[in-house]
Nanobody, 122 residues
Framework: QLQASGGGLVQPGGSLRLSCTAS????????MGWFRQAPGKEREFVAA????????SYTDSVKGRFTISRDNTKSTVYLRMNILKSEDAAVYYC?????????????????WGQGTLVTVSS
């Protein structure tokens, strides 16, 4: 129900935009989020947005560099990532919340995409 794309190899300092496209039922009225998991580490929260895009939240390490947005007419959520660092390298997952609000805990998400790999290396 959720399809993430846009990952790839980028040099430190570069940019990527991830996209998450969903079936309409799973996104239009739901808060959405991005999580990431690096090798050997637990999945961690990255960014979240409420159902209409009016509220967003970011983990401290990406504030000022990443931007989450959504286009409900396209059933798509985006994560714009700028000034990428080696520590941003991970598999990024998009997730659909259990309700309309903004959620930072993975327990509040009912739908998960398959993940897209982001590699940051020179």
């Amino acid at each position: 129900q959720l399809q993430a794309s846009g990952g790839g190899l980028v040099q430190p300092g570069g940019s990527l935009r991830l996209s998450c496209t969903a079936s309409r039922r799973t996104i239009t009225n739901n808060g959405m989020g991005w999580f990431r998991q690096a090798p050997g580490k637990e999945r961690e929260f990255v960014a979240a947005i409420n159902w209409n895009g009016g509220s967003t939240s970011y983990t401290d390490s990406v504030k000022g560099r990443f931007t989450i947005s959504r286009d409900n007419t396209k059933s798509t959520v985006y994560l714009r990532m700028n000034i990428l660092k080696s520590e941003d390298a991970a598999v990024y997952y998009c997730a659909g919340g259990r309700g309309a609000y903004l959620y930072t805990s993975p327990r509040d998400y009912a739908y998960w995409g398959q993940g897209t790999l982001v590699t940051v290396s020179s």
